[in-house]
């Protein structure tokens, strides 16, 4: 866990409200206000990762709202699942208003325009994170689903389990298991996306859904075959290539970018192993021919390098087995300024 942000231990200027605005505005990435200026405030901001997800808790004091206006136009898309711990927070979105009462649960499309306040006086909550391109959904879906979760027979599953998670996040780090937790609850967050974009009763409100999530599957438990690309992967399920990337592209989902990120993610669990293969040899066995090209990459997605990821020796974890590898795209750095594909043996791209 890292604090980033504890108003209590600032002093002086520093603990003025609208410095501590400031901060947790930089903290949080998005815009912060005092719906009372100069309202006294207290605001403590904590910080996890679990499996690539980012995990977000605020204690706040005051009345403070956050929210966002116009979204960058390059900011990948961002899914929030947000549960209050106390207070009341209000919470609105698209034209839609919501109280969330403690122990309800929010989805919001955090690169759309927004605006929550934790509580009138006070309030507290945790928020999971996960990039729309880790769902294989597109930002329309998720969109006109976070309105209707609620009304989902998922809702109350997704709740406890999110609300769980999010709870003993630094715990669950810990655990040899977490690459597999983290494969699940994005699965589990998808879900209730999907149950929740029919809610409304209208018609095939994800078409192609139930194929896709088939491809995903089938592509995910044969991420470490050499001659996996698109050709096989539509012959597998009997359409075309071109009908391939049609799906693909219907949902606003990059195949190519999402099984680098598998990848990436299952040679980081087995370069957290001791005594493991050569980095070379992992490079390899997970489909990067390269491994100049396999060090950049993998830099790109977790700051850090294969020899230095391995160096650290973190807490052992387990390499999840294909069929339950988390992506790394949750990193808003993955792939940037890469060539798509270069040393990788996958041609399954939609770009």
């Known amino acids: 866990m890292v604090t980033v ?29 005092l719906r009372e200026p100069a309202a006294p405030v207290q605001v403590r901001l904590d910080a996890w990762e ?60 955090v690169t759309s325009p927004y605006s929550f306040a934790w509580g009138d006086t ?14 294989g959904l597109s930002v329309d879906v998720v969109r006109r689903a976070a309105p209707h979760v609620a009304d989902s027979p998922l809702y109350e599953l997704v709740r406890a389990h999110v609300a769980q998670v999010t709870r003993d996040a630094e715990r669950l780090t810990a655990d ?31 078409p192609g859904e139930t194929l896709l999530t088939r491809i995903r599957t089938w592509v995910d438990q044969h ?16 359409i075309s290539v071109r009908q391939l990337y049609r799906l693909c592209s219907a949902a606003g989902f990059s195949l190519e970018q999402w099984v680098i990120d598998q990848r990436l993610e299952g040679a980081r669990a087995e370069l957290a192993r001791p005594g493991g ?17 396999f060090s950049r990459r993998f830099r790109a997605a977790f700051g850090t390098t294969p020899r230095e990821w391995r ?25 940037a300024g890469a060539g798509a594909g270069a040393g990788v043996g996958v041609g399954v791209g939609v770009e």
């Open 5 to 33: 942000l504890d108003s209590r231990q600032l002093t002086g200027a520093d603990r003025r409200p609208a410095a501590v605005v400031a901060r947790l505005q930089a903290g949080m990435g998005s815009r912060v206000w």
């Open 176 to 206: 040899p298991g977490w690459p597999a937790l983290s494969v699940a609850t994005v699965e589990l967050a998808r879900a209730l996306v999907i149950s929740a974009a029919d809610a409304d009763g209208t018609t095939c409100a994800v």
């Open 50 to 109: 679990l499996g690539g997800l980012p995990v977000l808790r605020a204690d706040v004091v005051g009345p403070l709202a956050v929210g966002r206006r116009r979204p960058p136009p390059d900011a990948p898309p961002v899914v929030s699942l947000y549960v209050q711990e106390h207070g009341t927070g209000r919470h609105e979105q698209g034209g839609r208003q919501r109280a969330l009462t403690p122990g309800t649960l929010a989805v919001t499309d």
């Open 311 to 335: 160096d650290q020796r973190p807490p052992p974890v387990t390499p999840p087995p294909p069929g339950a590898v988390a992506s790394a795209s949750a990193r808003a750095r993955v792939g």
């Open 122 to 135: 006070e309030g507290a909550g945790r928020a999971l994170q996960i990039p729309v391109a880790r769902l």
């Open 277 to 293: 293969r050569p980095i070379a040899a992992v490079a390899r066995s997970w489909g990067f021919s390269d491994p100049s090209h």
């Open 223 to 238: 991420l470490t075959d050499p001659d996996l690309d698109a050709a096989r992967v539509a012959a597998e399920h009997t």
